[in-house]
C-alpha cells in the first residue's frame, strides 16, 4: 500500500481550497469533483452498478455471490443472496420502460426460476427432500446446482422463505402484466412448483434451529423470523387465490405463532432488538447481539409497515445503536466529512464484534451492504411517516430523533423538549415536513459514506477496511450492488414526496 494515502494534503480545485487527509483512492475522485451532488453520483454509480450486477447472472440462472474465484472464493449460487438480488432485479423490471432492458431482466427472472426449480431435487447435506423439503436449508450451491458438501453452517432457514417471497413478486407481475404474457406457461409452472416447496419448507422448518444469514450464530434469529413471516402470510393469501384453504390456513397459524415469537426480540434494558435468541450453537462472541441483520429484517420483510417495518420505534432506534457503535469502534469513521467538505455518516458493518475480514478471521470492517441498509431504513422510514401523516416521537424512538442533522437554512426544527416530551406532529405543521427532510439528510450521509469508499470506476466490493477505507473482502458483491440500487429508489421516491421531483 502506498504511504500517500496518509499524508495530510491541501488542494486547491475550482478556486476552492480543500484541506483533508487522504485515506483512500477513492480520495481521488473527490480531488476531481468536489461539488459533486450526491443525485448526481447516484445516477452515475446505479448506471454502473446495474450492467455489472447483470454480468454476475449466469446464463442457466445461477446467481453469482461475486465473480472473485479465489481469496475469497465466492463463485457460487447462495440462496439468500440469489433471491434479494433477482427480488431487486424484479423490481428494475418494473420501473422501466426501455424494452431492451425489460427483456434483459426478464430472461434473468426466467432462467432464477428455472434454476431455482432444478435446487428442489438436489439432495444436500441440510436434510432429506421428504421431509418438506429439508434440502432446501442448504445456504449455497455450485454454479452447476450441484450443494456444496463440505463444513459449512447448514441449515440456513432464511434462504426457502426469502426464495417464496421472490417468486409471489414475480407471480404479481404476471398477473398484473397478464395483457403482456411475461412469462410462459412453462416458465410459470417452474416458478410455482419453487415457490410451493419453498413455502412447505417455511411453513415446517421455521423453528428448526438454524444459523444466521452471516452463516456464524446457530439459534432463533429476528431475521429469518422475519423472512418466514412474510413469506407464509404472502403465501398463504396466495394459497387461497388458488383454492387451496387449508394450506393458506396452516400457514396463516405458522404466521401468528412467528408474530408471538418475534415480540421476544426486544431487549429492553439495553434498548434495542436482539439478532439471536437460544444460541445452541456457533461462534460465541458476539456478545452485544447488535446487529445490522435487524435492520436488514426490517427493509427485506416490510408486509406490514406496523410489523417491525422500517418506522418502527425499536428498528429506528436499533439502527441508531449501530450507528453509534460503529462510529466510535472502525478508526475510518473518525473522519466525518469527504473530500469536498460534505459531512460523512459512519461507515457501518455487520456486528460489532465481528471478526471476519472478507477473507479470513482477524476484524470485521465496514460492508457496503450495511451502510446502503441505514441510508434505505432512514428513506422508508420518511415515506411511511409520510404515507400515514403522522410522526410519533416518544420515549422508545427518542434516540433516533435526537441523532437526526440539522438541514440547512431548516427553521422548524425539533426542540429539545419536543423529543424530550413527545409529540405527535401532523402534516401541516412545519416540522412535520422539516423532519422528513433532516431524515433524507440522514440517509444521504449513509450514500456519501459508500461514494467515498466505492471506486472511481463505480465498482464496490464487499467490505471497506475500518482503518484505511480501501475497499476489501469480494470484488464485486452481487448484494452490494441490489443494496446501493433499492437505497437509491427509495431516495428518488422520498425526494417525490417531498419536492414532487426526481433528484
Ligand atoms: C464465511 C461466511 O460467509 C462469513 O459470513 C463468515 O463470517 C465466515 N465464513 C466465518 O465463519
Ligand atoms: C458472507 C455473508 O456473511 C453472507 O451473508 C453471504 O450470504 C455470503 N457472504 C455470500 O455473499
Not at 235 to 252: K, L, R, S
Request: some cysteine.
Amino acid at each position: 500500500m502506498s504511504k500517500t494515502w496518509a499524508i495530510a494534503a491541501t488542494i486547491v480545485f475550482a478556486n476552492l481550497t480543500l484541506s483533508f487527509t487522504a485515506l483512500g483512492a477513492e480520495q481521488h475522485k473527490s480531488q476531481q469533483q468536489p461539488q459533486i451532488v450526491l443525485g448526481e453520483w447516484l445516477k452515475f454509480e446505479t448506471s454502473q452498478v446495474k450492467p455489472r450486477l447483470m454480468s454476475n447472472l449466469l446464463g442457466n440462472g445461477a446467481v453469482l455471490a461475486s465473480p472473485s474465484q479465489s481469496d475469497p472464493d465466492y463463485y457460487y449460487h447462495w440462496t439468500r443472496d440469489a433471491a434479494l438480488t433477482m427480488d431487486t432485479v424484479a423490481g428494475l423490471y418494473e420501473g422501466t420502460a426501455d424494452a431492451g432492458e425489460r427483456s434483459r431482466y426478464l430472461a434473468a427472472m426466467k432462467n432464477y426460476a428455472y434454476f431455482s426449480r432444478q435446487l428442489l431435487d438436489a439432495p444436500s447435506l441440510s436434510g432429506e427432500q421428504h421431509n418438506h423439503y429439508a434440502n432446501l436449508g442448504e445456504p449455497k450451491y455450485f454454479v452447476n446446482g450441484v450443494a456444496f458438501s463440505r463444513d459449512w453452517g447448514r441449515p440456513q432457514t432464511d434462504g426457502p422463505a426469502l426464495c417464496a417471497i421472490t417468486f409471489l413478486h414475480f407471480l404479481e407481475i404476471a398477473k398484473k402484466d397478464a395483457a403482456e404474457r411475461p412469462f410462459d406457461n412453462d416458465t410459470i409452472r417452474a416458478m410455482k412448483e419453487a415457490l410451493v416447496a419453498n413455502l412447505d419448507y417455511t411453513a415446517y422448518h421455521w423453528h428448526d434451529s438454524g444459523y444466521d444469514l452471516w452463516e456464524e450464530i446457530k439459534g432463533q434469529h429476528f431475521y429469518n423470523g422475519m423472512a418466514q413471516r412474510r413469506a407464509l402470510l404472502r403465501g398463504a393469501e396466495w394459497m387461497q387465490q388458488i383454492g387451496q384453504p387449508d394450506t393458506a390456513d396452516f400457514y396463516f397459524r405458522q404466521a401468528a405463532a412467528l408474530t408471538v415469537q418475534l415480540q421476544r426480540f426486544w431487549d429492553g434494558n439495553r434498548g434495542y432488538l436482539q439478532a439471536t435468541l437460544e444460541r445452541s450453537g456457533g461462534l460465541d462472541y458476539k456478545s452485544s447481539n447488535l446487529d445490522t441483520a435487524i435492520v436488514l429484517a426490517a427493509l427485506h420483510t416490510d408486509e406490514n409497515q406496523e410489523f417491525f417495518g422500517p418506522g418502527h420505534d425499536q428498528v429506528l432506534v436499533t439502527a441508531e445503536k449501530l450507528s453509534n457503535v460503529f462510529g466510535v469502534i472502525h478508526p475510518i469513521n473518525q473522519r466525518t466529512t469527504d473530500g469536498g467538505g460534505i459531512r460523512l455518516a459512519p461507515g457501518i458493518g455487520r456486528y460489532p464484534e465481528d471478526r471476519y475480514d472478507g477473507n479470513g478471521a482477524s476484524e470485521g470492517h465496514g460492508w457496503f451492504l450495511a451502510t446502503a441498509a441505514l441510508a434505505e431504513v432512514h428513506y422508508r422510514a420518511a415515506l411511511h411517516f409520510a404515507a400515514n401523516g403522522h410522526i410519533e416521537i416518544n420515549k422508545t424512538n427518542a434516540p433516533f430523533f435526537r441523532s437526526l442533522p440539522k438541514v440547512d437554512g431548516e427553521s422548524a426544527v425539533l426542540e429539545v423538549a419536543d423529543i424530550e416530551q413527545g409529540i405527535a406532529l401532523r402534516p401541516s405543521q412545519a416540522k412535520f415536513k422539516a423532519t422528513l427532510r433532516a431524515m433524507l439528510l440522514a440517509g444521504d450521509q449513509y450514500l456519501a459514506r459508500i461514494r467515498h469508499h466505492a471506486s472511481s470506476g463505480g465498482s464496490i466490493a464487499e467490505q471497506f477496511d475500518r482503518h484505511t477505507g480501501f475497499m476489501r473482502g469480494a470484488r464485486d458483491l452481487t448484494w452490494s450492488f441490489a443494496s446501493l440500487i433499492t437505497a437509491a429508489d427509495y431516495r428518488n421516491q422520498l425526494l417525490k414526496v417531498l419536492d414532487g421531483k426526481d433528484s
